[in-house]
C-alpha cells in the first residue's frame, strides 16, 4: 500500500514538474523563442509597439502579415513598419554581423548567397527577398554595379513593388574615368526593360538612373524622361501599400532630377532649398543618401562650401554602407575644403580615401 502512494506522489509530481517545464521555455528570457518580430508605429505621435509571431507575407502589395502565437492574425501597412527582425538561419545571423558590424561586404555577400540558397520553403520567399535585397547593397558596396543592378531587378520580378528601395543601386553622378561614348551592357539591359514595358516602379527608377547619367545621348535623354514621368505625384490606388511604394518612387526620382537642374544663379534658392529638404524630410531615413549629396551639390555650384560639406560628410557617417556615394562626399568634400583654404583637413579625408575606399579612387 506504502508503494503504491509512493508511486502516485512521483506521478503527481512529475505532472507538475512538466507543464513548469514547458512554462520555462517559453517565458525564460534566455531561451530562444525563434519567431519573427515586426516593430509597429501607426502614426507619426504613436509610441512604437513591437509584434511578435510568424511572418507570412511581406510585399509591397500585402504589405506585412504576421500570427501570433495565440493565432491573431495582423496586417500591417508598409507606412507603418519601422523595423523588420525576421527568424533567421545561423548563417543569415553571420551575414548580417559581417555586413553591419564589421563591414566585411565579401564575406558577408557569400554568407547572404548560402543562406538564400537554404530558404528554401515556398513559405519563405519573403525572406529570400530580404536576404536578395542585402546580395545587392553588398555588391554595391563593393563597387559591383552591374552585379548589383542584376540583383534588385531579380528581387523587382519577385515583387513589383518591392518594398526594399533601400537595396536599389541608384546612380547618383556619372560614373568618373569613363571615356567612351558606347552604351555598356548595362544600359543596354536598362534599355531593354524600357522597351518590353516593365511594370515595376522600383525597377523603373533604377533603369531611369542608369540611363541619365549616361554619356550617350540618346540612352541619356530617354533616361531623364523616365524620371520626370516617375517623379509626378501618383494617382490614388485601392492598394494603400503599393500606393506608398509609388509615392516613395516619385520622391526618389524627383531628388534624381536634381542633378539636371542648374541652381548656380538662381534668385529663388532658399525656396528651392526648402523644397529639396522636404523632398528629404518626407522620405524615410534609410533612402536618403542620394538626395543628401545632390543637396550638398547644389550648395557647391552656388560656392556655398561650408554648407556643401556639411551635406556630402552625412554620408560616410550615416551611410558607410553605400561606399560609391561615400566615397564621392569624401572627395567632393575635400576639394570644397581646399577651396576654403583648409588644407589639413581635405587632405585628411583624401588619406581616408585613399585607405578605406582604394575601388573608388578612378579621378582622385
Known sequence: MQRLERKKQIIMQNIIIIPLFIVFLTFHPNVSHALDSVAVRQNADSNVVTINGKIVEYSGISGLVIVTQANEKHSIPLEQIVNVTPERLQVHKIADEAFTEKRDYVSALALYEDSRKQESPPERKWIRNLIT????????????QTEASNEFFVLCRSDLFTPHLEAAPLL??????????????LETAA??????????????LLVSSILAVSPVQELRS???EQLRYLSRPPEKT?????????VQVARLATALLWRTQYVVTSKNFETIRKE???????????????????????????NENEQAVINWMRLPILYPENRPLAARSLQDSARALRQLGRTEQAESLLREVANQYKEFTDGM
Request: glycine share 6%.
Open 238 to 246: 485601392q492598394a494603400d501599400n503599393e500606393q506608398t511604394i509609388r
Open 172 to 185: 547618383w553622378f556619372p560614373p568618373s574615368g569613363r571615356t567612351s561614348f558606347t552604351a555598356t551592357p
Open 276 to 302: 529639396r529638404e522636404n523632398i528629404i524630410n518626407a522620405l524615410p531615413q534609410n533612402l536618403r543618401a542620394g538626395a543628401y549629396y545632390l543637396l550638398a551639390d547644389a550648395y557647391y555650384q552656388r
Open 222 to 224: 530617354r533616361g531623364i
Open 191 to 204: 534599355a531593354r526593360l524600357l522597351d518590353n514595358g516593365s511594370t515595376s516602379p522600383p525597377a523603373l
Open 133 to 144: 535585397a542585402q546580395i545587392a547593397r553588398c555588391y554595391t558596396a563593393l563597387g559591383k
